[in-house]
């Protein structure tokens, strides 16, 4: 399915058959595509580039596709990338966290840092981590593939 060309969103480079590798839900999913190009809330003169997730409902194109500026898809892979490098270890917890200690880490980005803590705010965190830890568990092989991948293409990049 093409991505439209005529909203807001400029798409430059697409994915446009995301639809068939979107994990679990891939061939039944209204993520239809991805796309990088020039961001909708472009000012005259100032160009920023997003990453776009295209939701199809199968009528149309849904508001609830998202576009997000490049480094908050990099914020988010590092999150991700924390959190399962954090689950892989929580086993060491009674309850899969340290109640007395919620902070995973404080990773250093633009002279600051972002805290990955355990959302202890949350009153069914006891419950709710046990499951998010289950769901990353039944999705390893599903993530496996795309860290491994990431892990290829950043090395390549001289990262």
Not at 44 to 73: C, F, N
Request: charged share 30%.
């Amino acid at each position: 399915m093409k991505i439209p060309t005529t909203l807001k969103h400029k798409p430059v480079i697409v994915a446009e058959n995301y639809g068939n590798v979107d994990g679990r839900y891939a061939y039944k999913t209204d993520v239809q595509g991805l796309s990088l190009g020039l961001a909708q809330w472009n000012d005259r003169g100032k160009m920023d580039i997003s990453a776009k997730v295209w939701r199809y409902t199968g009528e149309k194109w849904s508001r609830q596709s998202e576009e997000m500026p490049l480094h908050r898809v990099l914020d988010l892979a590092i999150f991700i990338c924390k959190a399962e490098q954090y689950f892989r270890e929580a086993y060491r917890y009674e309850k899969l966290y340290d109640p007395e200690n919620t902070v995973i880490e404080r990773v250093g980005l633009q002279g600051d840092a972002m805290t990955v803590k355990v959302c202890t705010e949350n009153e069914m965190i006891d419950e709710d981590i046990k499951t998010v830890r289950q769901a990353l568990s039944d999705d390893s092989e599903l993530l496996g593939e795309r860290f491994s991948t990431l892990s290829r293409l950043l090395k390549e990049l001289g990262y």
